[in-house]
């Protein structure tokens, strides 16, 4: 069975623009949360989805957004870029919805260097 | 809120030598725990988990860890490390009830020397 597949695996961008990654959870998994993992902030939760609904949304601003497509593949945007985005995004699939004691499988990351 | 502290952001050991790795929670309600390791340029790979019952755990790459509601601790021990378990761990926390996302902690860096 594939594992979480995050696409693509390194990004560089510049202040202003905007930036789409993707991810491809476990098949038959319909849960997809994101996480975005600084040196300094540690790994920070930044949502969930689940049967394309956004179940939860941690706390980042409103330039953060994302989806999920009836595949249950989902996207994360990341609009108007600020050099403080740099980081490893994460996300991760599990087969329920919520947390509780699901297991959560982590793709690769996408890195994203912002210039 | 809930919160996970994890002493130690780098613990270096020797090979063959024991491997305790600190991870202390807060919360007002029975959690959920988990380990999960990181190796370089790779995902999070969970590395075992207590739900309920037995409050020793024990995971892969022979890892365990004790539950201990009294300390609220959820300590990761490897009798003796290997130069492959050299990796960032991190310790995160969930629950039943509610809706809260997973809360790790800030990690620590696992160094074994030759």
């Known amino acids: 069975k594939a594992g979480v597949t995050q696409t693509p695996r390194y990004l560089i961008k510049t202040r202003g623009q905007q930036v789409t990654l993707s991810c491809s959870p476990i098949?038959?998994?319909?849960?997809v949360s994101w996480y975005q993992q600084t040196p300094g902030q540690g790994l920070q939760f930044l949502f969930e989805?689940?049967?394309?609904?956004?179940?939860n949304k941690g706390n980042f601003p409103g330039r953060f957004s994302g989806r999920q497509f009836s595949n249950s593949r989902s996207e994360m945007n990341v609009s108007t870029l600020e050099l403080g985005d740099s980081a490893l995004y994460l996300c991760?699939?599990?087969?329920?919805?919520?947390?509780?004691?699901?297991?959560?499988?982590f793709g690769a990351g996408t890195r994203l260097s912002v210039l | 809120a809930q919160s996970v502290t994890q002493l130690g952001s780098h613990v270096s050991v020797s090979e063959g030598a024991l491997v305790l790795l600190r991870c202390n929670y807060s919360?007002?309600?029975?959690?959920?725990l988990f380990w999960y390791v990181q190796y370089p340029n790779q995902g999070l790979q969970l590395l075992l988990k207590?739900?309920?019952?037995?409050?020793l755990v024990k995971g892969i790459n022979g890892f365990e860890a004790e539950f201990k509601k009294s300390e609220t601790s959820f300590h990761l021990t490897k009798p003796s490390a290997h130069m492959s378990d050299a990796a960032e761990y991190f310790c995160?926390?969930?629950?039943?009830?509610?809706?809260?996302?997973?809360?790790f902690g800030k990690g620590t860096r696992l160094s074994v020397i030759a």
């Open positions: 098949s038959g998994h319909r849960s």
């Open positions: 995160a926390v969930s629950f039943l009830s509610g809706n809260t996302p997973l809360v």
């Open positions: 919360s007002s309600v029975p959690p959920y």
């Open positions: 989805y689940f049967s394309e609904t956004q179940r």
């Open positions: 991760a699939s599990s087969s329920t919805p919520g947390q509780g004691a699901n297991i959560q499988y």
């Open positions: 207590y739900t309920t019952g037995a409050t």
